[in-house]
């Protein structure tokens, strides 16, 4: 069973960072994408960033290039999310999810191709 909990939001001041967390549990074995994920009040949910459990080679939306970025801690089976530079448009719930055997589709921050989806934590960027 697969399992994804996040943690690490909170309210932050524009120009801000704050570093999230994914707790997983359940990924042991294969190839599998674990990717971060906000939706808006309103919006669609959209992916922020990905990576793939074996070549490691993270992948990021253009809105946050250069902002964020994704760093593993394999001992403790934790997906990292740091975000530095956080602007108002950043305010969202965030979400870790991983694809494991599902259809998986390019780029990898489709949400469609992830399976499996933690609840959320929350971010808020104040101008």
């Known amino acids: 069973q697969v399992q994804l909990v996040e943690s690490g939001g909170g309210s932050v001041q524009a120009g801000g960072s704050l570093r999230l967390s994914c707790a997983t549990s359940g990924l042991t074995y294969g190839s599998y994408w674990l990717g971060w994920f906000r939706q808006a009040p309103g919006k669609e949910r959209e992916g922020v960033a990905a990576i793939d459990n074996l070549s490691s080679t993270p992948f990021y939306t253009d809105s946050v290039k250069g902002r964020f970025a994704l760093s593993r801690d394999s001992a403790k089976n934790t997906l990292y999310l740091q975000m530095n530079s956080l602007k108002p448009e950043d305010t969202s719930m965030y979400y870790c999810?991983?694809?494991?055997?599902?259809?998986?589709?390019?780029?990898?921050?489709?949400?469609?191709?992830?399976?499996?989806w933690g609840q959320g934590t929350h971010v808020t960027v104040s101008s």
């Open positions: 999810a991983a694809s494991v055997g599902a259809s998986f589709k390019w780029p990898p921050t489709l949400p469609g191709s992830y399976n499996y």
